[in-house]
């Protein structure tokens, strides 16, 4: 199982950014898919999380500018990042639980981080 992720870089503050996460490999099936993000010198935090019932979740810090979604016939879930600001600036790690094809397990599986710089 394999997280790519991809849309970061460099983006003004008020502007707006798209990242994706495809998830590939032999899957079974997908539970909860998520993004995170960890900025210089602290440690990594959950920025959004959606259930497989595409229920939402956000961390306080990004209610009402970030927006998280899944297409389960793709295995991609995107972060819609709306009115950044330089406080966002991190990598941007998307997370997912997979169950593997012959498999009974629930394993959380990470993409390999996509830098996103907010400036002007």
């Known amino acids: 199982v394999q997280l790519q992720a991809s849309g970061g870089g460099l983006v003004q503050p008020g502007g707006s950014l798209r990242l994706s996460c495809v998830v590939s490999?032999?899957?079974?099936?997908?539970?909860?898919m998520a993004w995170y993000r960890q900025a210089p010198g602290k440690q990594r935090e959950l920025v959004a999380r959606i259930t497989r019932g595409d229920v939402p979740n956000y961390t306080d810090a990004v209610k009402g500018r970030f927006t998280i979604s899944r297409d389960d016939y793709k295995n991609i879930v995107v972060l819609e990042m709306n009115s950044p600001k330089p406080e966002d600036t991190a990598v941007y790690y998307c997370n997912a639980r997979v169950i593997a094809r012959f498999s009974s397990l629930e394993t959380g599986y990470w993409g390999q981080g996509t830098q996103v710089t907010v400036s002007s």
């Open positions: 490999g032999s899957i079974r099936s997908i539970g909860d």
